[in-house]
């Protein structure tokens, strides 16, 4: 059975544990930045029996909108709807806080990176809409698009 539940900081080495099962998303450069991110940004883990299998990592931007700037799942997990579950368990509990936006970037299908284009059909999956690609994208390399996707999590405002 898998459960979701807010992270903390004991969760962090577990999260970035995960993400190294993840070379083809994540380089080494991506691991200091999530490292450093995870000390000031929401995290949420998704846990089978006592053991971490994906996690997603939140910052608030403003008062209606928050941004997924990290997320993963145990390759051996893969599949099996933990990821979907996660960012439901996350829509819900940010939503509950008045969050009205969920906010995502990846990279630009513009690239034709396989990893990258099951990362867009996962969000698109997950409700996200693609709204805007840009490069350069500040903080983002030349050649690397960005891929802007947001998820609408209370359509009654």
């Known amino acids: ?22 070379p083809e998303l994540f380089t080494t450069e991506a691991f200091k930045k999530m490292r450093n991110d995870f000390d000031d940004h929401e995290l949420y883990v998704a846990m089978k029996h006592d053991q971490m299998v994906g996690f997603c990592s939140i ?6 909108v928050a941004e997924i700037t990290w997320l993963g799942v145990n390759p051996d997990e893969h599949r099996k709807g933990i990821g979907e579950q996660l960012i439901g368990f996350v829509s819900r509990e940010l939503n509950t806080n008045g969050r009205k936006l969920l906010e995502v970037k990846t990279l630009d299908q513009s690239c034709d990176y396989e990893p990258y284009e099951r990362t ?6 997950c409700g996200f809409l693609h709204v805007d690609s840009i490069d350069p994208y500040p903080g983002w390399e030349v050649g690397n698009p960005c891929a802007i996707y947001i998820k609408i999590l209370n359509d009654l405002f």
Do not use: H, Q, W
């Open 59 to 64: 910052t608030v931007k403003n008062k209606c």
């Open 120 to 125: 867009r059909l996962f969000y698109e999956k």
């Open 1 to 22: 059975m898998i459960t979701f539940k807010k992270g903390s900081a004991k969760d962090i080495g577990d999260a970035i544990r995960i993400g190294k099962m993840l």
